[in-house]
Nanobody, 126 residues
Framework: EVQLQASGGGVVQAGGSLRLSCAVS????????IGWFRQAPGKERKGVSC????????AYADSVKGRFTISSDSAKNTVYLQMRNLSPEDTAVYYC???????????????????WGAGTQVTVSS
């Protein structure tokens, strides 16, 4: 059974940092493209950052470039999202997701993944 489990959310002050983890089971991170998405209250869910073994690359939303870093640990089958210099605009529920395919990181972040994990809440106070 394919599962993605996000964790690491919490409450942090503006300017602070958090690291989110996405533990993957039922498939190997090395097989498929995986990404982080977020949904703020009253807004649509959007791609934040994605990572792909097929193109060896990463993709980031313009709003997080230079502040967020996506990485992975194949041995732990886990994908991370290091978030720095957080602002209240980053407040959202964060999800990890995959399309169980070999799309590019850009394509996943701008597409509609088929498989989602439960979200983790990130709240940034001003």
């Amino acid at each position: 059974e394919v599962q993605l489990q996000a964790s690491g959310g919490g409450v942090v002050q503006a300017g602070g940092s958090l690291r989110l983890s996405c533990a993957v089971s039922g498939f190997s991170f090395d097989d498929y493209t995986i990404g982080w998405f977020r949904q703020a209250p009253g807004k649509e869910r959007k791609g934040v950052s994605c990572i792909s073994k097929s193109d060896g690359g990463t993709a980031y939303a313009d709003s997080v470039k230079g502040r967020f870093t996506i990485s992975s640990d194949s041995a732990k089958n886990t994908v991370y999202l290091q978030m720095r210099n957080l602002s209240p605009e980053d407040t959202a529920v964060y999800y990890c997701a995959t399309d169980l395919g070999h799309s590019s990181s850009y394509a996943l972040c701008n597409g509609r993944p088929s498989t989602w994990g439960a979200g983790t809440q990130v709240t940034v106070s001003s």
